[in-house]
């Protein structure tokens, strides 16, 4: 049977599919969506192997050798000399810290499993993904594993009848399907990395292909399907953002609409086909494998260096050295090896990706096992680097104490509260220890920006004997403590946690309730830009509350829920006003700024600070006044006369954006009991902000 016929359609909607990519990690708002282009790409790997698959099979010429002979001349070698210059390259500007991380990153990239490494290490305080070089390597991990499993899996089904085969590969594909629909729900970052909940997107191009070959012509006029499916594509590019909750349903559209695509465009000649056949959108589609393995290193690389976001000539360059780049790649790295050996013999390509991919890994093993190569900088700037990393790493909270990623009580079961102690002691709902005191309690209800307080309540715990001042905590990262307030991240179960919390603080043996929260990222929004926020209300349909005159509604009626029940049973009402919130993960920035020899360092103005965050200070404030609580406004403590510093002696006072180092944490400590006290605390002065003082 003669071998499938070229396409060059296809590769226009892989033109599309990469240019939508690129435009998106750009930061091009119009292409805010862009990142279904990787759907598509799903969609187009499916069909494409299935179409062979299912040929060879019928010729009786199929060969697992030979399949995954192609599958590695195609991909392996482009892959393996962008991830070796990524780690030299990074091996001149990255901190060690971040060098010992690409290592790794390359180890889990060669041995096609990025995907899972990337959702293992996905957390709370994660770094920003643009930064990651060789994060887009997800999507390759999960074709791979695709790849592994399903050439296998179809030959299983070679004794079924081909409507019996289709129909179990339906059953799969609806399968892995609902599992997406759910798991972005409940799990999102599962859903986002892992083939289960992927494999369904690849499957749609197998169903496309499969019913391609059955010879039934469309229901609807080919040209007709193939541009309802190209706005199907288009339409998400457009309209998604960061926000969509994705893959799931919303994952449904592209997909379909490549499908779509694919079947409508076949006939050569119809006005689809000529458009995606266009000899730029072609050329761009030949590249794209390259074009997308570039484009994210160069990015991560630019931001890590200039730590700003794009503008408008760089996003013009950066595009452009990623076409370059790709072009080059392809023509003398993808086009040789392919066409080198496509004829060699299967144990010379099999010993050959072995051997690349076996030096990706000693290479990336190399750096991790000797921590980044830290003997590139001299003693002084290594230790100020090292002082540093190690402080953006610090987190005390433990984790069996916060409610994060824990949603048992959202069935009903009881929530998560921790006493700081010599040794940290959490229990759930009512099963708390024994010699917990029966009066006199201090309940610390919050999100992470109160778990950083972890250090002052441990050595409170720590220092009173049983039965004097004692501190519990009921926390969950990413949860606006109060009630009727709900976070829109998928997963989160905010009003449930608050409900309870607010329950437990009501009892006898409470006697003050201290809140602490990230105020400023929920009513001001988590920059200056005012509403870059993640709340909505609780219960019913959490919908986007983008205007800051409703958050500050909502959140009036949440104090008023929360507060007015605690201060009619008389107890203490201690509020923490926003932290001072800086632009960067100041711990890194200043481990950054060693390693690249940058000079001076960001200072937040008090006035900035009040201007871009202020709406939070006045009505905590208010609040305050109208419940009778004490405030502890940790600016006061945190800044020096009009400025923040982000350094105190030479090391960095927070852990990331708005998360206190240890150090930073405890010189609340007094400020804290003051307000317990009913007394007010001078400020305090001496603040460093001195990045460039290393040795």
């Known amino acids: 049977m003669s071998a499938m016929s070229y396409r060059p359609d296809i590769d226009g909607l892989r033109g599309i599919a990469v240019l939508a990519v690129v435009l998106c990690h750009a930061e091009i708002g119009a292409a805010s969506g862009g990142y279904v282009g990787v759907d598509v790409f799903f969609v187009i790997s499916g069909f494409l192997i299935t179409e062979i698959i ?15 002979h192609r599958r590695i001349t195609r991909i392996l070698p482009a892959f393996a000399v962008m991830t070796t210059v990524t780690m030299v390259v990074g091996a001149l500007i990255l901190t060690p810290g971040d060098l010992r991380s690409l290592g790794l990153s390359a180890v889990a990239a060669a ?52 409507p019996r085969r289709t129909a179990v590969i339906g059953v799969v594909l609806v399968g892995s399907a609902l599992l997406s629909f759910v798991a972005v729900l409940a799990s999102p970052k599962a859903a986002f990395y892992l083939v289960p909940t992927r494999a369904w997107e690849l499957l749609v191009g197998s169903m496309t292909a499969i019913f391609m070959r059955s010879g039934r012509p469309p229901s609807l006029a080919p040209n007709a399907l193939g541009l309802v499916g190209l706005a199907m594509i288009v339409w998400p590019i457009l309209r998604y953002d960061s926000e969509t909750r994705f893959p799931g349903l919303a994952a449904v559209v592209p997909t379909l609409g490549a499908a779509l695509v694919i079947v409508g465009s076949a006939r050569a000649g119809s006005p689809i086909n000529r458009l995606l ?33 794009f503008k408008p000539g760089a996003q013009v360059t950066l595009i452009a050295a990623s076409f370059a780049v790709g072009a080059a790649s392809w023509r003398w790295v993808e086009v040789p090896f392919r ?35 830290p003997q590139r900088f001299e003693p002084g700037r290594r230790q100020f680097i090292a002082d540093n990393e190690a402080i953006a790493g610090e987190w005390p909270y433990p984790a069996a104490c916060g409610n994060y990623s824990l949603s048992a009580f959202a069935a009903g079961g009881p929530i998560r509260y921790c006493r700081p102690g010599v040794s940290a002691m959490s229990w759930a709902g009512a099963n708390s220890p024994p010699d917990l005191p029966k009066r006199g309690l201090i309940l610390a209800w919050g999100d992470s920006n109160l778990e950083q307080l972890y250090p002052v309540f441990q050595r409170w715990n720590a220092a009173d004997p049983p039965g004097g001042r004692q501190v519990i905590m009921a926390t969950y990262g990413g949860c606006p403590p109060l009630l009727g307030l709900n976070s829109r991240t998928p997963g989160f179960h905010c009003g449930e946690f608050n ?37 909505c209300s609780w219960p019913g349909a959490c919908t986007s509350t983008r205007s800051l005159e409703e958050r500050l509604r909502l959140f009036r009626e949440a104090f008023g829920a929360s507060l007015g029940p605690i201060r009619r049973t008389g107890k203490r009402i201690v509020i923490i006003l926003p932290f001072p919130t800086f632009s960067k993960a100041v711990a890194p920035y200043v481990a950054r700024a060693a390693a690249l020899g940058w000079t001076g360092g960001e200072r937040l103005s008090q006035e900035g600070y009040r201007q871009a965050f202020g709406h939070a200070r006045f009505l905590l404030e208010e609040v305050a006044r109208e419940y009778g609580a004490e405030v502890v406004d940790p600016s006061l403590i945190l800044c020096e006369g009009l400025s923040c510093p982000i350094t105190d002696g030479g090391r960095s006072s927070y852990r990331d954006s708005n998360h206190l180092s240890v150090a930073s944490s405890l010189l609340l400590e007094g400020a804290l009991s003051a307000a317990l006290a009913g007394r007010e605390l001078p400020p305090r002065t001496g603040l460093s902000s001195n990045i460039g003082a290393m040795k």
């Open 54 to 68: 299912l040929r060879e099979i019928d010729a009786g010429q199929f060969s697992l050798a030979a399949f995954y």
């Open 111 to 162: 041995l096609s499993l990025s995907n899972v490494a990337f959702w293992r290490s996905a957390g709370y305080f994660d770094t920003d993904s643009a930064e990651k070089p060789l994060l887009h390597t997800w999507s390759l991990g999960v074709e791979e594993q695709f790849y592994l499993v399903f050439p296998v899996f179809v030959l299983a089904l070679t004794r079924l009848s081909p």
């Open 277 to 309: 056949s266009a000899a730029g959108l072609v050329f761009i589609g030949k590249i794209s494998y390259s074009l997308y393995l570039w484009h994210h290193p160069i990015f991560a690389f630019y931001r890590y260096v200039t730590q700003e976001e």
């Open 339 to 373: 066409r080198s050996y496509a004829k060699a013999r299967h144990s010379v390509v099999f010993v050959g990706g072995g051997a690349a991919s076996s030096l990706v890994c000693a290479l990336g093993l190399g750096l991790f096992a000797s921590g980044g190569l």
């Open 499 to 535: 409900r309870s919390v607010l329950q437990r603080a009501l009892e006898a043996d409470v006697e003050t309730v201290v809140l602490g929260a990230s105020w400023t990222g929920w009513i001001d929004g988590w920059s200056a830009r005012h509403g870059d926020n993640n709340l």
